[in-house]
């Protein structure tokens, strides 16, 4: 993708191959990020709960734009920093890059629906609510928003019955924890060395997320049960995010993103592009036929020259059915 070229026809396919899956990831966050005004379902409540009779905070520790700050711009600073700053490579910016796009979308999912079909109260339901002093809850039941002052369809209250789980912790932990184990694997973090530096590296990063996470409950914007399964959340969408393009951090290449998609073609076989390929080559093959051990793609290509097949098997390992 950093350097697309017209004359190679694989160039061609694979510029729009990894356009749909940019145009996937901005139109998912787009629909979901649009679903913020949509009222959620109105949970029944009880106005004797301690735990929504929290004051109305006005100005939140990490508002809006802080967020988008935290979770976008200085993520995206990092992977451009080490990709094209140190490892000047377009392919590894480029992975890390959409990986953290996916981590981000596939966690707006996930909060998003899950917040609408919830509709847990936050704990300052009651502040924003505004019931009558005499009100009670009925004879062997709870209260609807039915008995709140404001109006239901006010922003205030809208935001009021999304408590379940908690966005800023998922969103961070999506983020950041995406943003350590990218920062881990390019440092081998698991390379058997015990250096101290790369596991303070690695949590860093996490600490912020945590910070940002525990500032929810000091502003009584969510329970902690909010809070825990947002970070559960935001951190296994990183963890599957990351390992689409990047190999397992005790993999002894984790430091590289995997190989591109499609590789060109030369002389009937797939032919390495560049040093980030030249680490994945499979070792052994007889003759001169160079190829990739490919992690996201499958083919089968026949040498023109002399006619040899190769073909990845479910193992995504070449074998040669016809020698050289």
Excluded at 18 to 42: E, S, T
Excluded at 98 to 111: D, E, K, P
Excluded at 205 to 227: E, F, K, N
Aim: charged share 20%; aromatic share 12%.
């Amino acid at each position: 993708m950093s350097c697309v070229t017209w004359r190679q026809p694989h160039r061609k396919r694979l510029f729009y191959s990894y356009l749909n899956d940019w145009v996937l990831v901005i139109l998912m966050l787009l629909i979901f990020f649009g679903l913020d005004k949509i009222p959620p379902y109105h949970r029944e409540f009880s106005v004797t709960d301690k735990t929504i009779m929290f004051s109305y905070t006005e100005h939140e520790e990490v508002p809006l734009w802080a967020l988008c700050v935290i979770c976008f711009v200085v993520p995206f600073l990092i992977i451009a920093t080490v990709s094209l700053g140190y490892k000047r490579s377009g392919h590894d910016f480029h992975s890390g890059a959409l990986g953290l796009s996916l981590a981000i979308s596939l966690t707006v999912m996930f909060t998003q629906a899950i917040k609408l079909s919830v509709g847990r109260p936050r704990p300052d339901f009651l502040s924003r609510c505004q019931p009558p002093a005499n009100t009670h809850d009925p004879p062997l039941g709870l209260s609807n928003y039915s008995i709140c002052t404001t109006r239901i369809d006010s922003a205030i209250m809208i935001d009021a019955f999304k408590s379940f789980p908690s966005g800023h912790a998922s969103f961070s932990f999506a983020s950041l924890g995406y943003i350590a184990l990218y920062l881990a694997g390019k440092l081998r973090i698991f390379d058997e060395r015990g250096h101290t530096y790369k596991g303070f590296t690695f949590v860093f990063p996490v600490i912020g997320a945590l910070l940002v996470a525990i500032t929810r409950t000091r502003d009584y914007r969510h329970h902690w049960s909010d809070v825990a399964i947002g970070a559960i959340l935001g951190a296994g969408c990183a963890f599957f995010a990351y390992r689409q393009y990047h190999p397992a951090l005790g993999h002894k290449n984790c430091h590289l993103p995997h190989t591109l998609r499609f590789l060109p073609i030369e002389n009937g076989v797939p032919h390495s592009t560049n040093d980030y390929d030249d680490h994945h080559r499979k070792d052994g093959l007889p003759g001169n036929v160079e190829t990739m051990i490919g992690e996201n793609d499958a083919y089968i290509v026949t040498n023109t020259t002399t006619g040899s097949t190769l073909q990845q098997d479910r193992t995504r390992k070449l074998d040669i059915y016809d020698s050289v």
